[in-house]
């Protein structure tokens, strides 16, 4: 069965940074790439990064590229985000989950729980 326990979140300034950890099991990790997506209030969820298997392959949506960096420790099973300069919009609870920037409206086996992140003054 397919887990994925999402954490890190939290409430940060905007300027401020985080790292978000997704930890994964009931699968084969290190075959899949991973996306993080996240929902903000009153919006749909979006993709926001994926990485390849071998954590070669990175992709990252225009809102938070050159801010966020995804990553993976594959003797870990667990997926990372790391946030750096936050801004309000990025308020949102962040999910992980297999695959290559398969859309949010796939029939996933699965979500975590998601972590919120809180970004204000």
């Known amino acids: 069965q397919v887990q994925l326990v999402e954490s890190g979140g939290g409430l940060v300034q905007p300027g401020g940074s985080l790292t978000l950890s997704c930890a994964a099991s009931?699968?084969?990790?290190?075959?899949?790439?991973m996306t993080w997506y996240r929902q903000g209030p009153g919006k749909e969820r979006e993709l926001v990064a994926a990485?390849?298997?071998?954590?070669?392959?990175?992709n990252y949506a225009e809102s938070v590229k050159g801010r966020f960096t995804i990553s993976r420790d594959n003797a870990k099973n667990t997926v990372y985000l790391r946030m750096n300069s936050l801004k309000p919009e990025d308020t949102a609870v962040y999910y992980c989950?297999?695959?290559?920037?398969?859309?949010?409206?796939?029939?996933?086996?699965?979500w975590g729980q998601g972590t919120q992140v809180n970004v204000s003054s």
């Open positions: 009931g699968f084969t990790f290190s075959t899949y790439p």
């Open positions: 989950n297999r695959g290559w920037l398969r859309p949010p409206g796939f029939k996933f086996s699965s």
């Open positions: 990485i390849s298997n071998g954590g070669v392959s990175t």
